[in-house]
T-cell receptor, first 116, second 109 residues
């Protein structure tokens, strides 16, 4: 049973370019979460999605960031016009149910974004 | 005030010794609590959930004190492989996890 998959594992972009990060949840999981970890910082919640629905985007920056989880295919975190401050590790997690607060979230290996 | 606060350390621990550390959380309505382990440049992995009655998993013991809003982790008989950063994690509702910066543990031979 494959775990949470993320790609690419490493992504280098120049300022002003777009970054697309992909996440495939564990088999049987329909709830996806995105977190960002800045250097020397803890993980920060960004967004919680179910298929075709954004449940909670309270942690998303107001501009340039968007996320989706389409009916088919992986979840996508999109960052437009990247700036150096976007350089971070972006982790995706998934859970099976989502309704219970005790659901364990399983994390993918992360995408390390570097903005030059 | 941060949602979850941890003393980052590092905690240098002789092999075979016991190490313990706490974290505090700010939201009294927090619903569930976890310790995750994160190795350098890797993803967090669940170590254990934390229950009000306290729970133990092998050499690891976790405690929750809701009145004082702190969570503890104790590691007995430390192994070299225990070297990692231990993340205190709180679910504040809607599955929105709040992470501390982590306690860095270095087990020394």
């Amino acid at each position: 049973n494959a775990g949470v998959m993320q790609n690419p594992r490493h992504l280098v972009r120049r300022r002003g370019q777009e970054a697309r990060l992909r996440c495939s949840p564990m088999k049987g999981h329909s709830h996806v979460y995105w977190y960002r970890q800045l250097p020397e910082e803890g993980l920060k919640f960004m967004v919680y999605l179910q298929k075709e629905n954004i449940i909670d985007e309270s942690g998303m920056p107001k501009e340039r960031f968007s996320a989706e989880f389409p009916k088919e295919g992986p979840s996508i975190l999109r960052i437009q016009q990247v700036v150096r401050g976007d350089s971070a590790a972006y982790f995706c997690a998934s859970s099976p149910l989502g309704a219970s607060s005790t659901d364990t979230q399983y994390f993918g290996p992360g995408t390390r974004l570097t903005v030059l | 005030r941060k949602e979850v606060e941890q003393d980052p350390g590092p905690f240098n621990v002789p092999e075979g010794a016991t190490v313990a550390f706490n974290c505090t959380y700010s939201n009294s309505a927090s619903q569930s609590f976890f310790w995750y382990r994160q190795d350098c440049r890797k993803e967090p992995k669940l170590l254990m959930s934390v229950y009000s009655s306290g729970n133990e998993d092998g050499r690891f013991t976790a405690q929750l004190n809701r009145a004082s809003q702190y969570i503890s982790l104790l590691i007995r008989d430390s192994k070299l492989s225990d070297s990692a950063t231990y993340l205190c994690v709180v679910n504040n509702g809607n599955n929105r996890l709040a992470f501390g910066k982590g306690n860095q543990v270095v087990v020394i031979p």
